[in-house]
């Protein structure tokens, strides 16, 4: 079938489905895609969201218009064919007997038997409407709050749209302990997702930090990170597990859980003191070589400071101890900082002077305030075109046909400067004080020497020589040809899980960023840039002219008195304290909640939350079935399976995977997309979604698809080029098409149809210029669009869209002294660089506790069967992996007398509960490996199915959390256990059971699996 009588038949088979409604089984991809295998058989290329974490390709088998198996798609380059045992058992997710098929309100008061009646979606969303209003009229917007998962494609309105449509702040996110602590690390430190690492280039040194991408979702997971690791010249895992490939490592970094920061510092410091670090990017490209002045205080900086902007628009005051113009003579600019250059004598002989003598400057005035010259330094030469001189990327191993992508030549200092890292000088101030500054460097170089190997092996547990000898391993370039390093760090979600999280990202990113690992193959790269919506993570998020809601409302979220950054963030409110506020209405009352795929188990006190769900006044929860949450719901809306929906899809990390996730079969019965249900709200809230068309202010799905790949096109994207002479800007040249001439390559049909024929789409191959350049901070590749930058353009109309050299910071350098943290954190100077503390309740800060509770609790890990809490109510997953299991050294537990297969209570101060032993030498002898978010699917005559049987998080301190993030403290934090027995545990049963003694299924054979099998009555 050609592709012009594909896109017909599609259009003709989706145009049937439409008139159809609800009442047909049809599958818009029925017998239009191009691969038949049968009369009645399709397959359909599409993108697996069986887990949250990457883009695996994978295929759908339709026959007769029921999905029947899902298989790997071994032209998916990214995930090499990969089809784990979530995505294969999607079928089961997709016809499981449970699904919810219809909207549903609770007859009866919480706490009792809900009391589900099904209803109409008119009666749904007119009752979601009605009371929200009501709530709004009372206590404001702020009081309704949202709450979001995973990025699955149907849960992002939380994150923005409804947050506009409300007028509320308080968004609760899985994101702040699920990668957005390193995003927002990352944002500090030189920009949004820069952690995110391009391991499918196949570094030379795969350092696997906090994880086990072999088993389950990472960005690049499972088969990948098998052959990324195998092909590797070193592989370096940091665990405090021995994880399955840990074993076939070369390094295994086996740290005491929580240490990750201590250990990174102490990576850098072997890096520093060996002379490891790239020397140029170092001096260029970081704010390293800039003067710390120490005698500021906050008045001098308040004046001499700068406005910069934040993601809503509105404009916070950069505070800094960095030496700037404006501290040296009246007039100066605020944007200009200073630097000793080590080789103005030499410069000044062939007649090239500084300003301000021995000292030069970098001009950080990006947004044009006092001059255009921001992103230069004093006196540079440049040009964008000599910026891209360089060559083909030189990856070995890389799959057939796979791009390399263009390495421009690190550019040295024109002219020839060299800023100073290290001493002491003076500087007189333009009130005339003298006083002496020092470089970031030395700073940064200071705190590495707190954590010195000898030190930190004491902190880690690892010996001191381990250390230096992994440290060694990465930062010494095994091909120095290539010009640049061997790889960054794919570090996981481990570093998150704690009360370091901000400044273990910090640690870590610097770490990549000043070994020359930053935007280089293999490297951190950051997220997928295309000119699809899928980089957005969901088009159905992100309406025309919409995104965070105005200042006024962002300020008011709750928790920002706590967490001073989360005013300057501003994606997420803090979710343990929301929780709070729904019980004790301190600081304002929060009485409503609408939740797309959050989950409350995941962080806080699961206890607290759970307290705080039942006491709402209104709560909605769009879900595929009913969950812990749903039974504290007073309306719940039955959503769509990826197999049952449209979505454009790039990967969200650095993998540069373009294509889609296509809808395959009709979502059962009444069940809908959630943009759909979300631009139903929208239209009864009377909220226009797309202003800029009176005739079309609530727009279709149809419509949006074809919007989220309206900006891929055969025109050029528009881009600036540079030449930079003796300082002075004398050429800014406007290249490319300006976006609104741009002409659409595809309609989503089209676009799909392309896919079905040739498969994903290489990133670097649709736009050589961003994605497929690396070293982007040098060519403005890195300032001229990523997420940020979509919102600022097309919110409010401050894009930074400039291409210029450098980061999107206050400094435009990759900042190792965080100008963000001083100027949030004034009166804590010890975390403007990269720094650790204790866990608080771990031994280390605690070794009293440590006498009742003597074993640390870690958890966490990924399991090949499920993906946090989901998939427990699938036959064959939950078959392979029917309980819990808390992973024990076998010497601990015969200390405790437990044996393999016993059920263990696990309790802290703030909860127990319990598990399966499993005992492993793998774990060391004072930590316990828990699971995370169990609950029973089985146990539904109690409200929250059981979660309160097994849910670890129920063992954590609510208010342990990272000062800056509020990430909860959910790995690091000490628990005792013993044997439970019938004499100890409910019902004389060791075995988890529901309030009347029904015991969980806790064995493969239990014939409650059996009632879990697809069915297909119901659908229509
Ligand atoms: S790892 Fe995730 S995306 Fe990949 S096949 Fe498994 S469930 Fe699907």
């Known amino acids: 079938m050609s592709r012009r009588s594909f896109v017909k038949t599609a259009a003709i088979t989706a145009g049937a489905a439409a008139a159809l409604g609800a009442q047909t089984t049809t599958a818009f991809a029925e017998s239009t895609y191009p691969e038949v295998i049968g009369n009645d058989t399709v397959v359909v290329k599409t993108c697996c969201r069986g887990c949250g974490k990457m883009e695996c390709g994978v295929k759908v088998i339709v026959q007769n218009g029921r999905a029947i198996r899902v298989e790997g798609d071994e032209g998916a380059w990214q995930s090499m064919g990969n089809c784990c045992t979530k995505s294969q058992s999607s079928i089961q997710a997709a016809y499981h007997p449970d699904r919810l098929h219809y909207p549903m309100k609770r007859t009866n008061p919480k706490g009792e038997e809900p009391g589900w009646v099904r209803i109409s979606w008119d009666e749904a969303l007119d009752t979601i409407v009605d009371n929200l209003r009501e709530i709004t009229n009372k206590y404001g917007g702020e009081s309704i709050a949202c709450q979001v998962g995973t990025s699955r494609i149907w849960c992002m309105h939380s994150e923005s749209i409804l947050k506009n449509m409300l007028e509320t702040p308080n968004n609760i996110e899985a994101w702040q302990i699920c990668k957005g602590p390193r995003h927002f690390a990352g944002t500090m430190v030189s920009g949004f997702g820069c952690s995110w690492m391009e391991t499918i280039e196949r570094p030379k040194v795969y350092v696997q930090w906090g994880g086990a991408s072999e088993m389950s979702n990472y960005d690049d997971s499972c088969r990948t ?93 950069v505070k800094t101890r960095l030496l700037k113009e404006s501290d040296i003579v009246e007039g100066g600019s605020p944007y200009k900082f200073l630097v000793y250059d080590n080789n103005w004598e030499e410069l000044a002989k062939q007649g090239v002077t500084h300003q301000y003598g021995a000292f030069t400057w970098f001009n950080a005035d990006q947004e044009g305030n006092i001059d255009d010259t921001g992103g230069f330094w004093e006196g540079e030469n440049y040009s964008t075109a000599k910026a891209y001189e360089g060559r083909e990327a030189a990856q070995e191993n890389l799959l057939p046909g796979q791009t390399q992508g263009w390495v421009p030549d690190l550019l040295p200092f024109d002219p020839a400067i060299d800023p100073a890292l290290e001493g002491e000088f003076e500087v007189t101030l333009k009130d005339g004080r003298t006083v002496k500054v020092k470089p970031v460097w030395e700073h940064y170089k200071a705190r590495a020497a707190e954590f010195a190997p000898e030190i930190a092996a004491e902190i880690t547990g690892i010996p001191a020589q381990e250390i230096i000898d992994a440290a060694t391993a990465y930062a010494t370039r095994i091909d120095p040809e290539t010009g640049y390093g061997n790889g960054g760090i794919q570090y996981m979600l481990a570093i998150e899980h704690g009360t370091n999280a901000i400044q273990n990202a910090r640690a870590l990113d610097n770490l990549v960023g000043i070994t020359g690992n930053f935007d280089t193959p293999g490297g951190n790269r950051g997220p997928t840039i295309v000119p699809i919506d899928g980089d957005l993570q969901g088009f159905g998020a992100w309406a025309p002219g919409a995104s965070t809601p105005p200042a006024e409302i962002n300020l008011k979220q709750i928790g920002i008195e ?169 050429k800014c040249e406007q290249k490319g098409t300006p976006l609104a001439e741009m002409k659409p390559k595809y309609t989503w049909d089209e676009y799909v149809a392309e896919f079905q024929a040739n498969g994903w789409w290489q990133a670097k191959d649709v736009d050589p210029k961003q994605w497929g350049t690396y070293r982007r901070y040098q060519t403005g590749g890195i300032r001229a669009r990523n997420r940020e930058w979509a919102r600022l353009d097309y919110t409010v109309g401050k894009g930074i869209a400039d291409w210029k050299p450098g980061f999107r910071t206050p400094t435009m350098k990759q900042e190792i002294w965080s100008t963000v943290m001083e100027a949030h954190h004034p009166d804590d100077p010890s975390q403007f660089i990269p720094n650790w503390h204790p866990a608080p309740h771990d031994y280390q800060a605690e070794p009293e506790r440590a006498k009742e509770y003597p074993l640390t609790v870690t958890t966490g890990r990924r399991i090949p069967v499920y993906f946090h809490s989901e998939h427990r109510q699938l036959p064959w997953t939950r078959e392979l992996w029917p309980v819990p299991r808390v992973e024990i050294n076998p010497q601990t537990a015969e200390e405790y007398g437990i044996e393999q297969g016993d059920w263990v209570w696990i309790e802290t101060e703030w909860g127990k509960i319990r598990e399966v032993a499993d005992l492993y030498y793998g774990v060391p002898k004072n930590v316990i490996n828990c699971e995370h978010t169990w609950w029973y699917p089985e146990l539904s005559q109690d409200a929250g199915h059981g979660f309160q049987l097994s849910a670890v998080n129920q063992l954590i301190d609510n208010s342990a959390q990272d000062p800056h993030c509020g990430s909860s403290n959910l790995r690091g934090y000490l628990a005792k256990i013993y044997k439970a027995t019938p004499e100890n545990s409910p019902f004389n049963n060791p075995v988890p059971c529901a309030s009347d003694g029904t015991p969980i299924i806790h064995t493969s054979d239990d014939p409650r699996l059996k009632e879990w099998l697809p069915t297909y009555e119901g659908r229509e």
């Open 562 to 730: 706590k967490f001073p950054l989360l005013g300057w963030w501003q994606y997420w409110c803090d979710g343990p304290t929301i929780y709070e506020t729904m019980v004790s209405s301190d600081p304002y009352p929060v009485r409503a909640l609408w939740n797309e795929s959050g989950n409350f188990m995941s962080f806080a006190n699961t206890t607290t939350a759970w307290e705080g769900l039942l006491s709402l006044d209104f709560f909605v929860d769009l879900n595929l079935w009913h969950a812990p949450s749903t039974d504290a719901a007073d309306i719940i809306l039955p959503v769509a399976h990826w197999i049952e929906l449209n979505s454009p899809r790039a990967s969200q990390g650095s993998a540069g995977a373009m294509g889609a996730t296509v809808k395959c079969v009709q979502p059962p019965a009444e069940a809908r997309y959630d943009p759909e249900i979300v631009m139903d709200f929208a239209k009864r809230w009377g909220y226009e979604w797309n202003p800029s068309d009176p005739d079309n202010l609530w727009p279709d799905i149809q419509w949006q698809l074809d919007d989220s790949i309206k900006l891929l096109s055969d025109d050029e994207w528009p881009y600036q080029e540079w030449t930079v002479e003796n300082g002075k800007v004398v």
């Open 225 to 317: 990170t098998v052959d990324v690791a195998s092909r590797a010249d070193v592989h370096i895992s940091v665990d405090p597990r021995m994880a399955n490939m840990g074993k076939e490592a070369d390094f295994w970094q086996h740290l005491h859980p929580q240490t990750d920061g201590a250990l990174a510092l102490a990576w850098t410091n072997v890096v520093i003191e060996n002379n490891l670090y790239d020397d140029l990017y170092v001096k260029k490209w970081t704010n390293a070589p800039f003067l710390v002045c120490e005698d500021f205080d906050d008045a001098w900086m308040d004046e001499n400071g700068f406005p910069t902007i934040r993601t809503d628009g509105s404009y916070w005051q």
